[in-house]
């Protein structure tokens, strides 16, 4: 399975659908447009990218391509990269502690410390790298 996601630099208009908070309990949906240049998202999932929109309150605005909420998503200029789905986990248990190894397009990530400041650990030589 592969899912579409902008390419950077692309101007998009991307409609979401999603429940309005003030009339919740009516169950009433909503759309929402968000018109901009697509960017470099904060998130490390390669399913999110980030709508440079301009709009004062939020400038910025982060999508997941994945997410159900998008109903579609509108090239005005540039495309889309296919972005395959090939994603493993495995748990590690390691003293008292359990980590999640994620293999996401062939990038290794990890849940512990050292992970986090040298983007590599043991825990990912468990999983031997396969
Ligand atoms: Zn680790």
């Known amino acids: 399975m592969a899912i579409a996601v902008p390419n950077i630099g692309s101007k998009v208009r991307v409609t979401v ?7 919740y309990a ?3 949906w909503r759309e929402h447009i968000y018109e901009g240049v697509v960017q470099q998202s904060v998130f490390k ?3 999110y990218f980030a709508v ?3 709009k004062p309150d939020f400038p910025v605005s ?5 997410s159900s909420h998008i109903v579609k998503i509108e090239y005005l200029i540039g ?5 395959s789905t090939e994603t493993k986990a495995w748990k590690i248990k390691s003293k008292d502690k359990i980590y999640l190894v994620q293999r996401v397009n062939g990038k ?7 992970f986090e400041f040298r983007r590599d650990c043991k ?3 468990l999983v031997g790298k396969k």
Do not use: M, N
């Open 45 to 47: 999932d390669p399913f």
């Open 26 to 28: 009516t169950k009433q």
């Open 108 to 114: 290794f990530s990890c849940t512990c410390k050292g």
């Open 123 to 125: 825990h990912i030589g």
């Open 79 to 83: 495309g889309a990269s296919q972005v």
């Open 62 to 66: 982060e999508f997941s391509a994945k």
């Open 17 to 23: 659908r999603d429940q309005d908070y003030y009339v």
């Open 52 to 54: 440079r929109t301009g």
